[in-house]
Every structure is written in structure tokens, then in C-alpha cells.
């Protein structure tokens, strides 16, 4: 680490050593009206990074009431679409003007290694908000004609949904929180935002560049605490009218409950499982590496990552020891070393969580090709490890285990589009899907019979704010991004009026 990085990394401990870190409600940062507390690690060494405010069902109601006030009275409801186009244009440059402090927080925070940070997170973020911007003022209704007898002049408005309660997770909470209050605030709406209590401090960070972005008081609150108790009081609460959730399959199924409260609106993206399919004809040079990268990125803690490889036998051998190459050559380290691939998971439950799976796997008879331990030393390290002879009905095929643990299983050249479709869906989840092959009708005639909400063919572009991003089954509802996104945050409401 270079004397500048390592003098930054200091300063920012510094900071968060002073007092608790506090949540905004209203304009004003706060503590939490219990005074409770928890803390936050960073998984590269265990250290503690923060103490960090932990809200209660009262600061709930706090910043629940005061993204009402401010969606129902003050300057939000009043402004014009080019206004808040500019207002997140604002925040998109300021974002970009601290992009190495927010890529430094994130890196200590998450366990994302520093150049993953910068690229992602920060530059994702502007990208979500630069995006996002352009649809404030692209937001439109209908007129229609109507069969009633007499002449009418009707017509559709779109309006923005209300308060609107987002929960984002830990393994990318900066550019996720980003990319759920861009088109909400671009619609109109107003938000209280938890993160992940793992990682909450670059969403802090956020709201003091919100503030000076100029987005009024009370348009954004930011609530840091548990799960069980802030997000929960969240999900439930009968002033907020839509919950945006990123995270578990387990959670997203507590959160329909909660919702039936008011029966507020209900978006979520879950958990996924996905496969990837390679083929005698692909392109092995770009088909390998992006299945490697596919599942050991972020340490394989991606919902999309392409946790199941489904290999042509004709080249899985060469195929599989490519991946195992990859598997052993990436630089798994510390997360300020520029050279690092793979920082650790994100917390040692989750350490204990990954391990567990490759043990389940062992057990009910997968082979390791590579991989499989903790990494020895300090961190929530495991390396990169490929399961081989996997089965559809063991728990690491069925089950998001969400580290960098790739199951493989061969099919037979005879094997027709429909069966490996079947391989494709054989699991609860349906959030993304990967194709190799030079056939471009077979890639196409799979690519529809794919119960995915995203089909990638000989490669992918990752995530842009333009590409509708959900999936199908037990991977959620609703889509993020696109246009899809935009009018999530709305409503529409028919209006009808008899001309004479």
C-alpha cells in the first residue's frame, strides 16, 4: 500500500473513531433515539471499522413522516422534471469529484478490492445517475379514445408512487442504493433508504453528498440498523407505500408479508442460481476466462453469478482445466493491493456459510477440482474453488451459496435444447443466464426456453442502466433500470371528462 493510499485509509479511521456514525432523517443527522449502536468490520483483517447508529421502530416513524412531509408540502412536489434532472446530475458530478474516497470506503467497508471499487461502484453509480437523469423529463401519459356514447376527452397521468422504502444489501450497497434512488427521485418520489447493516458507511457518505447535490430536506433519510428491527419496521410501516429490496430469497418472501399491511407496492430482486452453458463450438479463449470471472468476481458474491457450469463433454476437460488455472492464477489478497482479483467475503458468517457448502458438496459426492479451503492468515478469505460430478439434487446445485464456488456438471453432444433448458431451470431461481456457443440459433432457441429475466450470449456487457435487471421464479418481482425502472416509481391514474 502507497503512503498516500495508506495516509487516506488512516484519516478515514480516524473519522469513524470519533462517534458513532449518525443516520439522516429530515435534513438532520441523528442518533438513533435509543442510543443503540452496532459496528462495522472490515472483512480484509476483522478490525472494526465504526460504531454505527442502530434504528428502532421510532426512528422509523421519523424518517417516515419526514419523506411524507416532503413529498406532500415544500419545494420536492413543486419541482419541474428539468429540475430534478439537474439535481441528480449534481449529485452524479460530486460522486465523480469523491469517486476515490467513495471507491476507499467501499474497499474497507465491503471487502471489495480497490480497483473493483472504483470502477463499479463509483463509476456505476454516476453512470446510474447520469441515466436516470435523462428520464425526469421523459415521464408521460396516454390519451385514449373511449366507446361511451357522447364525446370525451380521457387521458392517463403517470404519478409518482410516494414514499418509498429501500433496503439494499451488502455486496454492492453504494451502487445499489444508487441505482434504487435515481429513478425514484427522477419519478418523483421520496425515500428512506437502509443498508445493509455489514456495510453502511458509503450510503453515509452518499447523504452528505446528497445534501450538498441540493436535493431538499427530507426527500432522502438514510436509517442504518438490523434487519430484523429497522428493515422490518420498514416493510411493514402503513405510511410507506412501496418497498424496493434488493437481497435474500428468505427475506423478499418476509417482506411480501409485511407489505400486507396497507398492501403497499412490492419490487424485489432476489436471489438467483445461474447456469452457464458452454459448447463444443464456442470460443474456449473468451468462454473460459468470463466463466471463471463469471463466478469468482467479488468473491462470488454477485446474485447473478454463474454459480453453475453446464460444459459440452467434448471439451469440458479442456474447459475445466482452464477454469482451475484461472482458479489458482487470480490474486487473492488484500483489498488496497492494486493486483488483487479477490478480496475476501464480507463477513465470517458468511466464511462459515461458503465452506459449509463446499463440505455439503463433498459429502454428497462432487469432487474439488481446485480450491476448497479457507485461505490461511487474517480476513474472511476462501479460495476460488470448482465443484466437478455435481448433481441436480445436491444442495450446492439447488441452493445460492454466494461465494466463489462453481458447480460443474458435462451434458452429451445429443443432448437437445430442451433438455439443457430443463438443466437451466432446474432450480427455484431464474435471475440470469449464460450462452457460449458459435450456433446462433441454438443460442437463440435456448435463450427462450431459459426462465431467466437475463440471457447473455457470448458475453456480457454486466449491468447497465438502460437493460431491464429482475428475474423469474423465486428471484423476484419487478424489474430495475430501463424504462421498466422508471415506471416502477409510478402510478397511473385514468382521468375522464364528458365534453357536452
Not at 451502487?175 to 419519478?187: D, H, S
Not at 489478497?333 to 463433498?362: A, C, F, K, M, N
Not at 466437478?388 to 444442495?395: H, L, N
Not at 447497465?464 to 435487471?469: E, K, N, R, T
Request: glycine share 12%.
Amino acid at each position: 500500500m502507497n503512503e498516500d493510499l495508506n495516509s487516506r485509509v488512516e484519516a478515514l479511521k480516524a473519522q469513524w473513531s470519533k462517534a458513532p456514525a449518525k443516520m439522516l432523517i429530515g435534513g438532520e443527522w441523528r442518533e438513533s433515539q435509543s442510543g443503540e449502536t452496532f459496528t462495522t468490520e472490515n472483512p480484509a483483517d476483522g478490525t472494526i471499522l465504526s460504531e454505527v447508529a442502530a434504528a428502532g421502530q421510532a426512528d422509523i416513524d421519523a424518517a417516515v413522516a419526514a419523506a411524507r412531509k416532503a413529498f406532500e408540502t415544500g419545494p420536492w412536489p413543486q419541482m419541474k422534471p428539468d429540475q430534478r434532472a439537474k439535481l441528480l446530475l449534481n449529485l452524479a458530478d460530486l460522486m465523480e469529484k469523491h469517486g476515490d474516497e467513495l471507491a476507499l470506503i467501499e474497499t474497507l467497508d465491503v471487502g471489495r478490492p480497490i480497483q473493483f471499487s472504483r470502477m463499479i461502484d463509483v463509476g456505476g453509480s454516476v453512470g446510474q445517475l447520469r441515466y436516470n437523469a435523462g428520464w425526469a423529463t421523459k415521464i408521460t401519459g396516454e390519451t385514449h379514445e373511449v366507446s361511451a356514447p357522447g364525446e370525451w376527452l380521457s387521458y392517463v397521468l403517470r404519478e409518482p408512487i410516494g414514499v418509498c422504502a429501500q433496503i439494499v444489501p451488502w455486496n454492492f450497497p453504494l451502487v445499489m442504493a444508487v441505482g434504487k434512488l435515481a429513478p425514484a427521485l427522477a419519478a418523483g418520489c421520496t425515500i428512506v433508504l437502509k443498508p445493509a447493516e455489514q456495510t453502511p458507511l458509503s450510503t453515509l457518505r452518499l447523504g452528505q453528498l446528497i445534501q450538498e447535490a441540493g436535493i431538499p430536506e427530507g426527500v432522502v433519510n438514510i436509517v442504518t440498523g438490523l434487519g430484523r428491527t429497522a428493515g422490518a419496521a420498514l416493510a411493514s410501516h402503513m405510511d410507506v407505500d412501496k418497498v424496493a429490496f434488493t437481497g435474500s430469497t428468505a427475506t423478499g418472501r418476509a417482506i411480501i408479508d409485511a407489505s400486507k399491511t396497507n398492501f403497499k407496492r412490492v419490487q424485489l430482486e432476489l436471489g438467483g442460481k445461474s447456469p452457464t452453458f458452454i459448447f463444443a463450438d464456442a470460443d474456449l479463449a473468451k468462454a473460459i476466462p468470463a466463466a471463471a470471472m463469471g463466478i469468482f468476481f467479488n468473491a462470488g458474491q454477485v446474485c447473478a453469478a454463474g454459480s453453475r457450469l453446464f460444459v459440452a463433454e467434448e471439451v469440458a476437460d479442456q474447459v475445466l482445466e482452464g477454469i482451475a488455472g484461472m482458479a489458482k492464477a487470480l490474486k487473492v489478497g488484500h483489498t488496497l493491493d492494486p493486483d488483487t482479483v479477490i478480496g475476501p467475503l464480507v463477513s465470517e458468517s458468511q466464511l462459515d456459510r461458503v465452506t459449509g457448502y463446499i463440505q455439503s458438496g463433498q459429502a454428497e459426492g462432487a469432487d474439488v477440482l481446485v480450491g476448497g479451503q479457507r485461505k490461511d492468515g487474517e480476513g474472511w478469505y476462501v479460495e476460488p474453488t470448482v465443484l466437478v460430478e455435481t448433481e441436480a439434487s445436491m444442495k450446492v446445485r439447488k441452493e445460492e451459496i454466494f461465494g466463489p464456488v462453481l458447480c460443474a456438471a458435462r451434458f452429451k453432444a445429443e443432448e437437445d435444447v430442451e433438455r439443457l433448458a430443463a438443466y437451466g431451470n432446474e432450480t427455484e431461481f431464474g435471475l440470469a443466464a449464460s450462452i457460449y456457443t458459435s450456433d446462433i440459433t441454438k443460442a437463440h432457441k435456448l435463450a427462450r426456453r431459459l426462465k431467466a429475466g437475463s440471457v447473455r450470449i457470448n458475453g456480457s456487457p454486466g449491468v447497465d442502466p438502460a437493460l431491464p435487471l429482475g428475474g423469474y421464479k423465486a428471484s423476484g418481482w419487478g424489474r430495475e433500470n430501463g424504462k421498466a425502472g422508471i415506471e416502477a416509481y409510478t402510478e397511473l391514474k385514468s382521468v375522464t371528462v364528458g365534453l357536452g
